[in-house]
């Protein structure tokens, strides 16, 4: 079981950063990759960063150049810097985790989200 716990979201004017932050506790495999996905109102929810256990990223075009993604090994913590941000960025942003368990089984883990609203 992996419990995974969201922090730093909050209302930002656009243009301006947010640092979310995610601890992640438990039993953590080798094999496993983290990051953050976001749903805005009446949206599906939608990828918007990813890092793996060997720090392979991938990004949402929508953010490229904007935001960045990185680990912290010692402490399982995932961050996600945004900066330059947008109103069309509002939305509540869930941290994710995927690793490989008993018999090469995939698990999806989901935190409970923080809200992060970008307006003036």
């Known amino acids: 079981q992996v419990q995974l716990v969201e922090s730093g979201g909050g209302l930002v004017q656009p243009g301006g950063s947010l640092r979310l932050s995610c601890a992640a506790s438990g039993t953590i495999f080798s094999i496993t990759v983290m990051g953050w996905y976001r749903q805005a109102p009446g949206k599906q929810r939608e990828l918007v960063a990813t890092?793996?256990?060997?720090?392979?990223?991938n990004y949402a075009d929508s953010v490229k150049g904007r935001f960045t993604i990185s680990k912290d090994n010692a402490n399982n913590t995932v961050y996600l810097q945004m900066n330059s941000l947008k109103p069309e960025d509002t939305a509540v942003y869930y941290c994710y985790l995927y690793q490989l368990q008993r018999l090469s089984r995939g698990y999806n883990y989901w935190g409970q989200g923080t809200q992060v609203t970008v307006s003036s």
């Open positions: 890092i793996s256990s060997g720090s392979s990223t």
